[in-house]
């Protein structure tokens, strides 16, 4: 099935560093159509994440990131109602689910200190760029909570229209200059636990 789809996406950022902001703002908000108007599929949709970052001193950061998201009318095809999972949206923790549904929000809590910075210089390039690998290293804890809206709820699916929440800890890598692995224990309100290895996201 095709159809058209038009988007109005506004960004702004004010960060020191955006792919590992520990200074700053950071916002992105998009108005998307999808459908024309006598169309059988119609839908409009507007999503809005923000990463907001406070140093605390020299070593330990505060960041917390959220994200809204709303689909009117309500009523919509499977298809049209994906949200948590499959995609950069994802609560840690619940990497291996698809949350469905047509409103909803989560909230990311991270707490992080920097126990490594150095670099390594590369004597067979004479490129400058790449003469020199600079490294950071952080250790973190985090909390997350989210809730999902769904009109018409899958009765194997337990997780939309009530409060999840999970936690974790992890090290997060950051080389070069826009490249962050990040390393994640996280477990979650179903009492499930695992090892996570996401690449860099300033939302």
Known sequence: MKYPEFTYRFQYFDADFIPYPTKGYVADMSLSRKGLFNS???MWQLVARTSASWPL??????????TAMLRLPFKQPYVNQRFLGGSDLFLQGYESYEIDGVAGGFTKATFTRKLLQTAIHLPFTQIKKISTIPIKVYGKV?????????????????????LIYSGGVGLDIVLFYDLALKLEWSWNQLHQNGLYLHDRRYL
């Open 142 to 162: 985090y909390g997350n909570a989210g809730y999902v809206y769904a009109e018409n709820v899958d009765p194997s699916n337990n997780l939309n229209n009530r």
């Open 57 to 66: 001193n020299d070593k330990y950061f505060f960041n917390l990131r959220t």
């Open 40 to 42: 059988d599929v119609g």
